[in-house]
């Protein structure tokens, strides 16, 4: 299967990584880069802290709480959602956009 992102293309191999931290365990994807012919390591949409709305809406971020995901883990291979913003046209995006993506060369093998 074929990736493209921001015009580089990217072939997705069949491994999933899976990393715990304190926050939760994340199963991510890995991407083979053509060129390199390395694997890189993705992990989308890893929220890093509470959503921003309602009694939280305009306050600084509140910690993210540990939740029982679905198997056990958050499914972090699609990214989140993009911040409000305007350009050129409507408003786009959500309040609840607090999310990181991490791309590593390698999974640790224990938290740091």
């Not at 069949?14 to 991510?28: A, T």
């Not at 291979?77 to 409507?90: I, M």
Request: proline content about 9%.
């Amino acid at each position: 299967m074929s990736q493209k992102t921001h015009d580089i293309c990217f072939f997705q191999s069949l491994f999933q990584p899976l990393v715990s931290s304190p926050s939760g365990s994340y199963l991510g994807k890995t991407v083979r880069d053509p060129d390199s012919k390395s694997d890189l390591f993705h992990f989308l949409g890893v929220r890093y802290a509470q959503p921003p709305v309602g009694e939280l809406r305009f306050r600084d971020p509140a910690p993210l709480r540990r939740n029982g995901y679905q198997n056990g883990y958050q499914n972090a291979t699609a990214f989140g959602q993009d911040c409000p913003q305007k350009r050129g046209g409507p408003v786009r995006g959500a309040e609840d956009c607090l999310f990181l993506n991490v791309f590593t060369p390698q999974a640790a093998s224990s938290y740091r």
